[in-house]
């Protein structure tokens, strides 16, 4: 079946620690989202990608760094820089052709940082 | 910004018609109306959209105003596991390449009542 896939689910890590939460599709989308959740909120975007090699940043893309080597792959990394990484972490893609344009998300990692 | 405004909260009778309404007085002409749901620690899962005319699916109806800034989702008969955030967004309907940010505002949150 086609998906998208997040691992893993729950994530924990020491303070200082650079952590990357993988996120992979196989439904031949061409643009990939990273969004973050806190209790309670919306979702906030942190960077996206239209295609390999090229991402954007999203609203709140301090302290994150991405990587799109591959268009089924677009893993997130949180660094030490990141100032309250603790949250729910959320990953889709859409199809850039045709009318079905709906995004797909996958099932989230949720990380703690102690 | 958001480019919705919608409720934070609504309740709705088991069994009853669950109309949810967005207002989204900005939209462009080439921008179509998303809704997502997402039920508590899970994706978000797409339900429906729509450009100008009223759409209908298994999940549920749209319904979008003359003037296109504003629009209704309604969930014919709501059961307990319709309890959910509902998101409404605005996005153009890309082919040929090009993503934007999909950004979501903070929802609605649906609780259906036994």
């Known amino acids: 079946d086609g998906g998208i896939t997040q691992s893993p689910k729950y994530l924990f890590r020491k303070e200082g620690q650079n952590v990357t939460l993988s996120c992979e599709q196989n439904?031949?989308?061409?643009?990939m989202y990273w969004y973050r959740q806190d209790p309670g909120q919306g979702l906030r975007l942190i960077y996206y990608?239209?295609?390999?090699?090229?991402?954007q940043k999203g609203d709140i893309a301090e302290g994150y760094s991405v990587s799109r080597e591959k268009k089924e792959s677009f893993p997130l990394t949180v660094t030490s820089a990141q100032k309250n990484p603790t949250a729910f972490y959320l990953c889709?893609?859409?199809?850039?052709?045709?009318?079905?344009?709906?995004?797909?998300f996958g099932q989230g990692t949720r990380l703690t940082v102690v | 910004d958001a480019k919705t405004t919608q409720p934070p909260s609504m309740d709705c009778a088991e069994g009853r018609a669950a109309n949810l309404p967005c207002n989204h007085s900005?939209?462009?002409?080439?921008?179509?109306v998303y809704w997502y749901r997402q039920i508590h620690s899970q994706g978000p899962q797409y339900i429906i959209h729509g450009l100008k005319n009223n759409e209908t699916n298994e999940m549920a109806s749209l319904i979008i105003t003359e003037d296109r800034k504003s629009s209704t989702l309604i969930l014919p008969h709501a059961t307990l596991r319709d309890t959910a955030v509902y998101y409404c967004?605005?996005?153009?309907?890309?082919?040929?390449?090009?993503?934007?940010?999909?950004?979501f505002g903070k929802g609605t949150h649906l609780i259906i009542q036994p």
């Open positions: 439904l031949n989308h061409d643009a």
């Open positions: 967004i605005v996005r153009v309907a890309m082919t040929g390449g090009g993503a934007d940010g999909l950004t």
């Open positions: 990608s239209q295609i390999v090699n090229d991402f």
């Open positions: 889709a893609s859409t199809s850039q052709t045709g009318m079905n344009t709906e995004a797909f």
């Open positions: 900005t939209i462009s002409g080439n921008e179509y």
